[in-house]
Structures are given as C-alpha cells and as structure tokens.
C-alpha cells in the first residue's frame, strides 16, 4: 500500500474553489507572481502539481474552463466536484531577471520537479495521464 504524503495546513491554501470569489481572490494575490501550486482532492489526496508564470491564466484554465489541463485533474473534478479539492501555493518563486520566457519556465520547471518529487509516483494525477495541452 502506498503511502501519501501531505501538504501541511501551514501551506497557504485557497478551499470553496467553486465559489467565484474564491477564484477571484486566488487570481488577484498571486497576479503578478511565478508560483508553484498544487491542487489536492479531500477525498482520496491525489494531487497535481503545477507551475505558472501567469497564475490568474491558468487557475482560469484549471477551475473555469479545464483547457490546458491535466487530464486526469479534470476528471477527478468531474467525479467529486470542485468543492472536494483544495488549491495551495506551494511555493513564490523569484525567477532571476534578464531571462527569456522559455528560460524563465524552465527555471520554474526545475522548481516545480522538486515538489512533485516529494509525492509518491502513485498520489500524483500529474503521473497517470499526460497534460492534454500544456501552458504556462
């Protein structure tokens, strides 16, 4: 049997992702900052991982429209609904300035690997479906 890890309360975290002003409050904080984010089921704790440059894009993209999301993720929201799931912010990353964009994602991408490697293989959505479309 496979043991889960989990995320410490002490994690910021955003609950009642279904509710607009939630979405909206997790959108206007993190605006104008590079993060790595984890979204975790209550049911059964599964998590996905995942990394932004453009955080208000892609919790829209995550919460809203399920475009340029994992798989995986979107069906677990479409079985247990987006009330049972829990967004954190894993970490505020300080990319180094004078990089490119590509640059400044994989930077956020080496980042982002040190977080799902703290998660057994067997938690993660990230690990049992590919991303349908990627995009930071």
């Known amino acids: 049997m496979t043991k889960f890890t989990f995320i410490p309360n002490s994690v910021r975290?955003?609950?009642?992702l279904h509710l607009l002003r939630t979405m909206n409050n997790l959108q206007y904080v993190y605006r104008k900052d590079a993060i790595v984010y984890a979204f975790r089921c209550r049911i059964d704790n599964m998590v996905y991982v995942g990394?932004?440059?453009?955080?208000?894009?892609?919790?829209?993209?995550?919460?809203?429209?399920?475009?340029y999301?994992?798989?995986?993720?979107?069906?677990?929201i479409s079985i247990h609904g987006l009330e049972n799931f829990i967004a954190y912010i894993l970490e505020i990353v300080d990319i180094p300035t004078g990089l490119s964009f590509e640059e400044k994602r994989a930077f956020l991408r080496v980042v982002e690997q040190k977080h799902i490697d703290k998660f057994p293989k067997a938690q993660l959505y990230n690990t049992i479906a590919s991303v349908s479309k990627t995009k930071s």
Do not use: D, K
């Open 13 to 16: 975290h955003f609950m009642n």
């Open 51 to 67: 990394s932004t440059l453009t955080p208000g894009r892609r919790f829209h993209n995550h919460i809203v429209t399920g475009e």
């Open 69 to 76: 999301s994992n798989a995986a993720l979107q069906q677990a």
